[in-house]
């Protein structure tokens, strides 16, 4: 009779299996040419290649269009996660399978012999993969574009709009508390994947449909950790402070749950056993969180040292968070999560230390009723957004320019092009100097300047200085 210890290794490695993930993708819609008898160069119809090519790039976050929108959190224009990824020799394991099209621009950025080098890099790094191909086609648009919605919905672009929308236009207390949730689960679940350094599942037998994060450890998926800690501690933060259906917060966090997590095995990103670690995990997680975070929220808040010691905190999280062996975003999303923290509290603890954050006395009955925004109010609602969306994009660049290049000038005497890649220690602290900075002033505008701003134009929320 076999011992539990053995029984559940078998559970583990059976979660683990790359056919699971496979299995998925066919249940919904994406399936291999061979089985349909789908060969490209056998298209007679413009039309039908048209649109075979653009179920072959169907989320390929490699497109120039995406990489616009995804830049928000992870560098415009320099060096960045997003660039490495996007790098001719990141993406040289699929010229067996891609257009011509795509092989002439990959062979404009090098000579062939540096390209094939960078190919057999890019073999070893993305996955424990052979070869990764494109040998799929996706015949239910409808899964698709709910699929990519899901893994937006754990993406940078989701970060950077959800949490400014958030402070400017519903309720800065909860904000606090869902940002701390966030950095604090992100933290733990990107530093278990450098310590863990389980891979992705294998492609093939699995179909990659999203490159992204192809060089990231897969174990656990901080995608299904934050698909499940921000609707949930959304709705334990909320429960006793509006007035709203309980079991409908409920059934709409497990369906945005859902979709995150389907996403990522829809797109051959993770694993089932990469998912269940993650909700399992973050299940755990928020049990002490939920009073703790609480707690330190206040602290941070009103505590007259609380900034000093949250950047001193921030920044021995960032240099000695855990790093794998072998350079991955990882460390690099890290730092931006910690910044964006970071800059939030410091932010809001400046409008209360200034005198801007008072407490209502006497303080208004709880739960608060939800009213139905007039036109005014939704007037308002989009111009504060419109504004400070602009000027977060314009802090972001400027900051991001001034920071990397005063710390490549002042740790490597040179101001190098952040185009480059990272060789050295310096130049990687330089990575993180920038991210760290840029990002922190992204949320200390957020909470300060912002509101600030909109408080001179008279277009503030009323009640945002009062949500202690």
Not at 54 to 81: F, I, P, Q, R, W
Not at 176 to 203: E, F, H, N
Not at 287 to 295: E, Q, S
Request: hydrophobic content about 45%.
């Amino acid at each position: 009779m076999e011992s539990f210890s053995v029984k559940f290794w078998n559970v583990i490695e059976r979660l683990k299996e790359p056919s699971l993930v496979l299995k998925v993708q066919n249940c919904f819609g994406v399936l291999p040419r061979k089985k349909l008898g789908c060969d490209i160069s056998n298209l007679k119809s413009e039309k039908s290649r048209r649109s075979l090519d653009h179920a072959e790039n169907l989320c390929d976050l490699d497109d120039v269009d995406s990489n616009k929108l995804t830049d928000g959190l992870n560098g415009v224009g320099g060096y960045s996660d997003l660039n490495k990824e996007k790098a001719p020799w990141n993406r040289g394991i699929e010229l067996s399978s891609v257009s011509s099209r795509k092989q002439g621009r990959d062979h404009n950025h090098g000579g062939s012999s540096v390209q094939d080098t960078r190919v057999a890099a890019g073999d070893a790094l993305s996955s424990e993969s052979d070869s990764e191909t494109k040998d799929y086609v996706v015949t239910n648009r409808f899964w698709y574009y709910l699929f990519c919605l899901g893994t937006a919905l754990g993406d940078e672009i989701f970060y950077a709009s959800f949490i400014p929308f958030w402070f400017w236009n519903i309720d800065g207390a909860v904000g606090r508390r869902v940002v701390l949730v966030w950095a604090i689960t992100m933290y733990i679940g990107q530093g278990i994947k450098d310590i863990v350094r389980w891979p992705r599942p294998a492609s093939p037998p699995v179909f990659r449909l999203q490159k992204k994060w192809a060089l990231e450890y897969g174990m656990p998926s901080t995608h299904a950790m934050v698909g499940a800690s921000i609707p949930l501690s959304v709705i334990l933060y909320t429960m006793d402070r509006y007035q709203y259906s309980i079991i409908c917060g409920v059934l709409f966090a497990m369906v945005w749950c859902s979709v995150v997590c389907m996403s990522r095995l829809y797109l051959g990103m993770h694993s089932v056993l990469d998912i269940v670690a993650g909700l399992v995990l973050v299940l755990l997680l928020m049990v002490p969180l939920i009073p703790l975070v609480d707690a330190m929220d206040h602290f941070c808040l009103t505590h007259k040292h609380s900034p000093l010691l949250l950047s001193t905190a921030a920044v021995l999280m960032v240099i000695y968070s855990p790093s794998g062996d072998r350079w991955t975003p990882t460390r690099g999303d890290t730092t931006v999560v910690l910044g964006v923290s970071l800059g939030v509290h410091v932010g809001a603890w400046t409008n209360y230390h200034s005198g801007a954050m008072q407490e209502l006395f006497p303080k208004p009955s709880l739960p608060h009723a939800i009213l139905w925004p007039s036109y005014e109010m939704m007037g308002l609602m989009l111009l504060r957004t419109a504004l400070g969306f602009s000027c977060i994009v314009a802090t972001r660049a400027i900051c991001k320019w001034a920071s990397y290049a005063t710390l490549r000038a002042v740790l490597l005497g040179t101001n190098k092009s952040p185009n480059e890649p990272s060789t050295s220690r310096a130049e990687v602290a330089v990575e993180l100097g920038y991210k760290f900075f840029t990002y922190a002033a992204v949320g200390f505008n957020t909470l300060y300047l912002l509101p600030g701003a909109f408080r001179l134009l008279r277009i503030e929320r009323p009640t945002f200085y009062t949500e202690i």
